[in-house]
């Protein structure tokens, strides 16, 4: 297991040749981060299981899927059964997190809770043992771009205290305006995977982009 994972977002790709930009950090990234938007949950209309499963053949890169839809019960295991290696769901969409982490598990894949901006972290924490992934928004969800909030980071930092105390296998991954310097705050408030869209695919060398951002987040 990778002690820190990067993982470029494909939102900030060229939707034209998702293909070739998924091969051009295949060999510097650790997950590909895929975001599905429904229009519902957030006003974005993205990519859904179709994309999803024919990208699945065209790389190794294994998939972290963060889902902004609503009525992830119904949707969120058709991506495991895709071969996605993590699924991610919104606490905000889902009346019964533990279960739909239990369907994930049981398709074969990790389950990943994410916690959107205005929901505060204290009441899910004890729902984090049945969980392999927690995704904190550094944003608001729906759009890429936009600029880090930096007192986000507080439930990062809470969340690591819990996961510490409680030795809990859990990755703590960070999304929303992650880049060379907001990368190196979050490592130091506990977390462990970051996702990076536009600091990744709006470099010259997406790849490169990668692997400063790994060597930053390392500081
Ligand atoms: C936004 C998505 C993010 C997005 C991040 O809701 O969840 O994954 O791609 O993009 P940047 O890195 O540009 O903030
Ligand atoms: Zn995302």
Redesign the pocket.
């Known amino acids: 297991v990778p002690p820190l994972i990067v993982a470029p977002?494909i939102?900030?790709a060229d939707f034209a040749r998702l293909a070739e930009e998924v091969r051009a950090v295949e060999h510097a990234a650790d997950w590909l981060?895929v975001?599905v938007m429904d229009n519902h949950f957030?006003p974005n209309l993205t990519i859904g299981l179709p994309v999803v499963q024919s990208l699945r053949a065209a790389t190794e890169l294994p998939f972290d899927v963060?889902l902004?839809i609503e009525d992830p019960r119904r949707w969120a295991p058709g991506y495991a059964d895709a071969g996605a290696y993590n699924v991610t769901f919104h606490v905000e969409a889902c009346d019964d997190p533990v279960a739909l982490a239990k369907d994930l598990r049981s398709a074969g894949a990790k389950a990943g809770l994410a916690i959107d901006r205005d929901t505060p972290i204290e009441p899910y924490l004890e729902l984090l043992p049945s969980f392999d992934t927690l995704l904190i928004?550094t944003?608001k969800?729906?759009?890429?771009?936009?600029r880090f909030i930096p007192q986000l980071l507080e439930k990062v930092r809470t969340a690591r205290r819990h996961v510490d105390s409680g030795h809990l296998e859990l990755r703590i991954e960070v999304?929303?305006?992650?880049a060379a310097d907001t990368i190196e705050q979050a490592a130091a408030a506990g977390a462990d995977a970051f996702?990076?869209?536009?600091?990744v695919y709006g470099a010259d060398d997406p790849a490169e982009a990668v692997r400063r951002l790994r060597a930053q987040a390392e500081r």
């Open positions: 977002s939102l900030a981060h975001d957030v963060h902004m928004m944003i969800a729906g759009f890429g771009g936009q999304d929303g305006g992650i996702v990076a869209g536009t600091a």
